[in-house]
């Protein structure tokens, strides 16, 4: 069976500098009828194995350690015996809401990670989070952007560890230059394209957003 891609929507809160904010986080599975990854672990542990059903999971990558994203990661790796995967930058982020429990290894930009015959490379887009990295899959013509990108903007730079100049440099430099008709399957809300977000970077810049 071809690799294919699959969206949970799961509900809970987000919670940064002494705010907490109910949230909608997409997790993205993705792989074949035989094996899969999970692409951001947010909130249900339980829903997302589901999901995953009688599939070897084979890993689990965060795009970034915000704890809507990781909150339910530990529990679906003992679950499933699949790793925890976060780029080292964003461990402080992490250790706020897992203090006990350390990812299982480390992302790096440029490493290529393999799921039913297809690869996603993951680039290292720092700006919404020190750590945070987006996952291209050529092959599905698919950007997996966490909080890096939306459709209608960056991700939010108001907070800790944050930083406004970095996630635009970030989107100019590693994620508009993709072809585009790659589809930007986003951490929260709908999915754009690059080329749908690429005519309007100016404007961000123009508007600090």
Not at 15 to 23: I, S
Not at 28 to 33: A, P, T, Y
Not at 85 to 96: G, N, S, T, V
């Amino acid at each position: 069976m071809a690799a294919r891609i699959e969206r949970l929507v799961t509900s809970g809160q987000f919670t940064l500098d002494g705010g907490t904010w109910d949230v909608d986080n997409n997790v993205w599975i993705v792989g074949d009828d035989t094996e899969a990854i999970v692409i951001d672990a947010a909130h249900d542990a339980e829903a997302i194995a589901a999901a995953v059903g009688d599939r070897r999971l084979t890993a689990i990558v965060c795009t970034h350690a915000h704890n809507d994203h990781i909150d339910a990661a530990p529990e679906l790796a003992d679950r499933t015996g699949a790793p925890v995967l976060l780029h080292p930058d964003d461990l402080p982020l992490w250790k706020q809401t897992h203090p006990d429990r350390a990812p299982d290894a480390e992302l790096a930009d440029g490493q290529g990670l393999t799921v039913a015959g297809i690869e996603l490379t993951v680039l290292h887009t720092p700006g919404h989070a020190p750590g945070a990295v987006c996952l291209y899959a050529p092959a599905l013509e698919a950007l997996f952007s966490g909080d890096t990108l939306f459709a209608g903007g960056p991700g939010a730079t108001g907070r800790s560890y944050s930083h406004f100049p970095t996630i635009i440099d970030s989107i100019r430099d590693r994620l508009l230059t993709l072809p585009g008709e790659t589809v930007v399957y986003t951490g929260h809300g709908d999915t754009t394209t690059v080329a749908a977000e690429a005519r309007h970077l100016q404007e961000w810049v123009d508007r600090g957003f």
